[in-house]
């Protein structure tokens, strides 16, 4: 199973030219993909539904969702439902089981410009392996001061989500509400994938990962994360493994997308690699093959 993260800032590619065409081609061969900076109806990129023209563009074979943190009219004085929209995005070859939106807590900050930050979450059944979460997610782009009750958000997530169940969960007496189909599940197993501003050397990474042995290495522990990129064979502070060569200082040149699994699935992570001729944006599509 081939998984993929990109953040795609909204199809402005390294040229500043704006092409979803591009975003797909990169896209090729992907079974989960994961997407950041994804938008709808902005002046800037056309006026276009993004979510909608990538699916279409990737030959409509992708179950997907969308989750805008950014949400603001844009229907002007003319009533209606119409919404200016920036968020993340998950795409799978499998049926989409459950989804849930989650937003990120946000400073309100008065001098630098911040957005309310989200996670999509998506529930998928690949045949032959159990049934796993997936989520595209986008951290604060300020600093680790606001990105730090993000992490705790996220961490909270792993830990609760398998306890709260799926969509729906229980008895009831009336079908109308379940169609006589069983609880869609929770999994415990879960993967991160997307941009989280943050590079291995943030105190946010370990408390992400694990603190870091100097004999052993990271100390993972059950019901935690592990970085697929290590994973695969690795290094976290590897200079080929950068994945935005655009960003502002200090990101430049700096591993800030990442892909992590929980602890479980370690021993599933094959191999682990970054597209650097991909041109469709600031951001180098990150790619994770797993067993299964």
């Not at 939106?101 to 045949?127: N, W, Y």
Request: charged share 20%; net charge negative.
């Amino acid at each position: 199973m081939k998984l993929v993260s990109y953040n795609i800032q909204y199809g402005k590619g390294k040229d500043g030219r704006f092409d979803l065409g591009r975003i797909a081609a990169a896209l090729q061969g992907a079974d989960v993909i994961a997407l950041q900076e994804v938008e709808r109806h902005w002046p800037r990129s056309g006026d276009q539904d993004q979510p909608a023209e990538i699916a279409r563009l990737l030959g409509g074979a992708y179950h997907w969702v969308y989750g805008p943190g950014f949400d603001v009219d844009a229907s002007g004085s003319t009533p209606g439902s119409r919404r200016r929209q920036f968020g993340n995005m998950v795409l799978s070859r499998w049926p989409i089981l459950s989804s849930r939106h989650h937003l990120l807590p946000k400073m309100g900050l008065t001098r630098q410009f911040s957005l309310q930050r989200s996670v999509i979450e998506a529930v998928i059944a690949p045949p032959g392996t159990a049934p796993l979460r997936v989520h595209s997610l986008h951290l604060s782009h300020v600093g680790d001061g606001d990105r730090a009750t993000q992490v705790e958000r996220l961490l909270q997530l792993h830990r609760e989500a398998p306890l709260e169940g799926g969509a729906w969960c229980g008895t009831h007496a009336e079908t109308d509400w379940t169609l006589g189909l069983p609880p869609p599940p929770m999994p415990a197993q879960a993967v991160y994938l997307g941009d989280f501003n943050l590079a291995p050397d943030s105190a946010l990474y370990t408390r992400l990962v694990g603190p870091w042995s100097p004999d052993y290495g990271r100390m993972s522990h059950h019901g935690g994360l592990v970085d697929a990129w290590v994973a695969a064979g690795g290094t976290e502070q590897d200079p080929a493994a950068w994945t935005c060569d655009s960003c502002e200082p200090p990101q430049r040149h700096r591993r800030i997308d990442h892909c992590l699994l929980s602890t479980e699935m370690a021993h599933r992570v094959r191999r682990c690699w970054i597209d650097h001729a991909a041109t469709g944006s600031d951001h180098q599509p990150l790619w994770v093959e797993l067993e299964g």
